[in-house]
Each structure stands twice: as C-alpha cells, then as structure tokens.
C-alpha cells in the first residue's frame, strides 16, 4: 500500500532541538518497513496542533495525493477530536504507534486524548489554586512556587519585569502575614496553646484567612512558620 508521511513539530523547543522530528521519522519509517508500505512522499511543518489540518499549507499537500496519510502519533495530525473527525471524511490515517488501527478506532483514541487534556488540565487548575491558597497563608515553599511560576511564566519580558512579578507576589503575602500577625499572637498570650485552639481563636475573634474562610489547625500552622512565631514567645 502507497501512502504520505506527515510530520509536525511544535513551534518552540521541538523545532529548534529537530528531536521531535527525528523522533517523527524514526516512528513512520519503522512502522512503513513493519507493515509493507511504501512510503511514495513526506512532508514536514512546523505548526501550532491548535490549526485545523486542512488549514496547514503542508498538511494540504499531503492531503491532495489521494493516498492515506501515515503519521508517527495521532496527536502529530492534530488534538482536537473535531479536527480529526473532519479530516477522516476526506482521507484514512494510519499511525505509526497504532497501525492496526481503522479510522473509526482512530476516532475513539482521538476522544479518549482530549477528555484526558481536560482532565489534566482542570487538576492542574485545581493544584494551581491549592497553591496559591498555601502561599498566601504563608507557606514559605509555596511562595517560592509561586514565584518561580511567576518567572517562568514572565519569560519573554524584561529582567525589570520578571523582579517586579516576584516581588508582587512576595509582597502580597508578607502584606497579608502582617495582617494576622497580632491576632495570633494574642491568641497565644490568652492561652492557645495548640494548632486547633489557635485557630477556633482565631475563628471566634472574626480574623478571616486569606480566602475570607475559617482557619485550619494547618493554616495557622504555616501562617506560624512564616511570622516565626511559636507558642514559646
């Protein structure tokens, strides 16, 4: 059987690194020996996974021939189980990882993928609020977090910019540690001499955390640590 090998690489590290294309050419390559293809043309792109297939110039090319269209991963044609479906009216695929596999199990995998990014994407929104909430109690780790994030994600700006991110973040929880600091201090004096008693303290006198919530034996905990404070002082 004839067919055309499409790769595509990320915009980014994968074109500059050319690994993810190797990678690509060692997996088409191998699967075309294994399965008795012939492999009669190759086109490669650098695209964002977010464009349409038939709306990528090489892709197109690809797609005119006539032929199935072999590619080392599903995910190399496109990630959106949408796109796919469309391009499955026009072509058949085949993918090197999967070279049994029809289009309609093509289909299957392709939903399985996405539900999957949604699934990691809402944990890593969850995990990204967990964080946010530990560092604004103080937690001395958790800003640190928060500020390599804010760096990372502030790559790109100037080095002016990047300090300003991380010293917004740092300045926005010590602001607030400073807030509460008296409070629990006088919780101590009065007699709190554990975690939980601080924080019923702390909860009947109306001191709000951070969030505008109820404290926690751990918030008080880490808001503690942060203000250096101990039920020896």
Do not use: C, H
């Given at each position: 059987m004839e067919v055309v090998a499409y790769y595509r690489v990320s915009t980014g590290a994968q074109e500059k690194s050319g690994l993810g294309l190797e990678a690509q050419v060692d997996y088409v390559h191998s699967a075309a020996r294994q399965q008795g293809w012939k492999i009669?043309?190759?086109?490669?792109?650098t695209v964002?996974?977010?464009?349409?297939?038939?709306?990528?110039p090489e892709c197109k090319k690809a797609l005119a021939n006539g032929l199935p269209?072999?590619?080392a991963k599903l995910d190399r044609i496109g990630r959106d189980v949408g796109h796919i479906a469309e391009l499955m009216k026009r072509t058949s695929l085949k993918v090197a990882t999967m070279p049994l596999a029809?289009?309609?199990?093509l289909h299957l995998f392709a939903a399985l993928a996405e539900q999957e990014r949604s699934f990691i994407a809402s944990r890593t929104r969850d995990a990204l609020k967990a964080l946010a909430v530990r560092a604004e109690e103080g937690d001395?780790?958790?800003v640190a977090k928060v500020a390599r994030r804010a760096e990372t994600l502030a790559r790109g700006r100037t080095d002016a910019n990047?300090?300003?991110a991380v010293e917004a973040v740092q300045l926005r929880v010590s602001t607030w540690l400073e807030t509460v600091r008296d409070p629990i201090d006088l919780c101590i004096r009065k007699g709190a001499k554990t975690l939980?008693?601080?924080a019923k303290c702390l909860n009947e006198k109306g001191v709000a955390t951070s969030?505008?919530?109820?404290?926690?034996?751990?918030?008080?905990k880490r808001a503690m640590m942060a203000l250096s404070l101990s039920f020896a002082s």
């Open positions: 009669v043309a190759e086109y490669t792109e964002s996974g977010t464009i349409a297939p038939q709306d990528r269209v072999l590619v029809d289009n309609f199990q001395t780790e958790s990047r300090a300003k939980p008693a601080v969030r505008g919530g109820e404290w926690s034996p751990m918030q008080v």
